[in-house]
């Protein structure tokens, strides 16, 4: 039986009429959440969550729709992964190729999920621990960027603050820790395993959080990864590079649903603007998870009754 998440029940549609500005076009598809968080843990490998049972990521599990083998893309690195998951294409489309901070070399060449919100009258945030990621945000295209620190205590902490202060309708939240204790001590080491147990009590500092201040019942969280690793290094050419957690929760999302192997970080995107009524553009490569939703499973299987007569051959 299909159980659906007790925590994210209480979302009502009325409460959610603000955000739509009346000069906006009407989207596609209802706006579903009043916010979207998404959090990237640098480095974290999809069997790892999956092996370590982290106390955090087991309560999102629990309350969510997860996968243990969603894939990044082939150019599994930090800045083109995670252009990737915030603007729903690959890396030769959304053009940031390289992996560091080169202020010369500009910024990404296609919108993001920010620059969709911040189009709609939404507002919106960035919280990040590495400067590189800057590349994916133009100046204007997000409402705060902020680098608080490096390892993700600093940097959840202060997303958390000003999440429940401000109720930005979308924001992104980057964790250093597994991908920095991978390159310096190889990944699935006692010193990364320990990273990655630092990273899920950021992921609780952000989750208690948003529970205290009421917002958890109206925002969808995506839990993810830019890449995975193996020894101390990530390329993409291995699978187990590639592969990361994928794990989403909030109202109406199935709870303790395990998802099929082939989602994509770039469906973190399309998902993203789904839930917040967003257009979605034809040309990106990734697609809404829209099967993590109650509603639209039961939608869906409603389409797919039988039709009486069908007079086409
Ligand atoms: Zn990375």
């Known amino acids: ?6 925590l994210c029940l209480a979302l009502t549609l009325p409460a959610l009429a603000h955000a739509q500005d009346e000069s906006t076009p009407a989207p596609e598809h209802e706006r579903r959440v009043g916010h979207v968080l998404i959090i990237s843990e640098d480095g974290l490998r999809g069997d790892a969550v999956e092996k370590m049972h982290l106390k955090w990521h087991e309560v999102l599990r629990h309350h969510g729709s997860y996968s243990y083998h969603a894939k ?3 150019d599994a690195s930090t800045l083109p992964a995670h252009a990737s998951m915030l603007s729903g294409v690959d890396s030769n489309v959304h053009g940031l190729t390289w992996n560091n901070w ?3 070399k500009g910024y990404i060449k296609t919108p993001t999920i920010f620059t969709e919100a911040q189009d709609a009258g939404m507002t919106t945030a960035f919280f990040t621990g590495k400067s590189k990621l800057r590349h994916i945000v133009p100046p204007g295209t997000v409402g705060v960027y902020d680098r608080p620190g490096y390892y993700c205590k600093k940097v959840a902490e202060e997303a958390a603050l000003y999440l429940t202060t401000e109720k930005p309708a979308l924001a992104f939240v980057h964790f250093s820790d597994p991908d920095e204790r991978g390159h310096s001590d190889g990944w699935m080491s006692e010193k990364q395993l320990s990273a990655i147990h630092s990273s899920d009590r950021c992921l609780g500092i952000l989750y208690e959080a948003l529970e205290r201040s009421g917002m958890l019942e109206d925002t969808l969280i995506i839990v993810s990864a830019d890449h995975g690793g193996h020894n101390r290094v990530h390329s993409g050419a291995t699978k187990i590079d590639r592969e990361i957690p994928w794990i989403a929760c909030g109202p109406g999302v199935l709870e303790n649903h395990l998802l099929g192997d ?20 034809v040309s990106l490569t990734g697609k809404p998870r ?14 797919t009754l039988p039709i ?5 051959p």
Do not use: H, K, V
Not at 269 to 274: D, F, R, V
């Open 290 to 303: 829209t099967e993590i939703f109650s509603e639209t499973m039961a939608s869906e299987a409603s389409t």
């Open 1 to 6: 039986m299909l159980r659906f998440s007790a």
């Open 102 to 104: 080169r202020p010369s």
């Open 72 to 74: 990044t893309i082939r």
């Open 262 to 281: 082939n989602i994509s970080t770039m469906d973190t995107a399309a998902t993203a603007l789904y839930a917040l009524g967003l257009p979605i553009s």
């Open 308 to 312: 009486a007569s069908d007079p086409t």
